[in-house]
C-alpha cells in the first residue's frame, strides 16, 4: 500500500507516480488525496478543510443557519474525515479485487470532491448550531508533555472495545527526526 497527499503531479516529478510505483512494486494499491482534484484547472493548489468549506459554500450555508451575518465553517472536520474515511474505504475495495484477481489499484480521492458529497447529502429543517461548550467535549480531549509544552488536542475518532486507540508519540517541531525510511521497509 502506497498512501500520499502531495499536489497531483509533485511526487511523479521524483518517479512515484501511480505507475511508476505499480512497476517498482506490482500488485500495489496505491491511495492519493487530494485538495481540488486530480485534473482540473485547481489541480496543484493546495488545500485542506476550511478552504474547501469556504470555496465550496459550506461556510457561507454554515453561517446562515446559524443566524449569523458571516460565513461560519462547521464545527467539525466533516471534509478531512469524510475524505480520510473514504480513502480507506477505496483502499479495502482495491485491496479485496486484488485478492481476488490480482493487479495494482489507484484510488483517488479530493477533499472538494468530498464537500460536494457531504452538501448533497441534504438538509434538516429548523437545525440551529448548537453552542459548544468546553465541557461538553471534555471527554473528547487529552493533554500531552510536547517539546512545545503542555499541549491539550482531540483523542483519535476511532473507539475500539478490545484496543483503545491513542496517539504513541506526541506532536514535534519540523526537523526534530531525519527523513529515513524504516531498516526493514520495501518498496
Known amino acids: ?35 481540488y482534484g486530480h485534473t482540473g484547472p485547481w489541480q496543484g493548489r493546495r488545500g485542506f478543510e476550511t478552504l474547501i468549506q469556504s470555496v465550496g459554500g459550506m461556510a457561507h450555508e454554515q453561517g446562515l443557519g446559524a443566524g449569523a451575518d458571516r460565513p461560519q465553517h462547521l464545527p467539525a472536520q ?34 472538494a470532491q468530498t464537500g460536494r458529497w457531504v452538501d448533497a447529502l441534504g438538509r434538516v429543517d429548523g437545525r440551529r448550531t448548537p453552542e459548544l461548550t468546553l465541557e461538553a467535549v471534555e471527554d473528547l480531549l487529552a493533554e500531552a508533555d510536547t517539546p512545545f509544552g503542555r499541549l491539550r488536542h482531540v483523542v483519535p475518532a476511532a473507539r475500539l472495545s478490545e484496543t483503545p486507540a491513542f496517539w504513541s508519540r506526541p506532536a514535534v517541531p519540523l526537523g526534530t527526526h531525519e527523513a529515513a525510511w524504516p531498516a526493514d521497509s520495501t518498496i
Not at 521524483?14 to 488525496?33: C, I, K, M, N, Q
Not at 471534509?79 to 473514504?86: A, E, K, P, Q, R
Not at 475495495?93 to 486484488?98: E, K
Request: with cysteine; aromatic share 10%; hydrophobic share 45%.
Open 78 to 111: 466533516a471534509v478531512d474525515h469524510g475524505s480520510g474515511y473514504l480513502a480507506a474505504f477505496g483502499a479495502l475495495i482495491a485491496l479485496a479485487r486484488r485478492a481476488r484477481d490480482g493487479g495494482s489499484y489507484l484510488v483517488r480521492v479530493s477533499l
Open 1 to 35: 500500500m502506497f498512501c500520499q497527499s502531495y499536489r497531483p503531479g509533485a511526487l511523479a516529478r521524483h518517479g512515484f507516480s501511480p505507475e511508476d510505483v505499480a512497476r517498482l512494486r506490482p500488485g500495489v494499491v496505491y491511495v492519493t488525496l487530494s485538495a
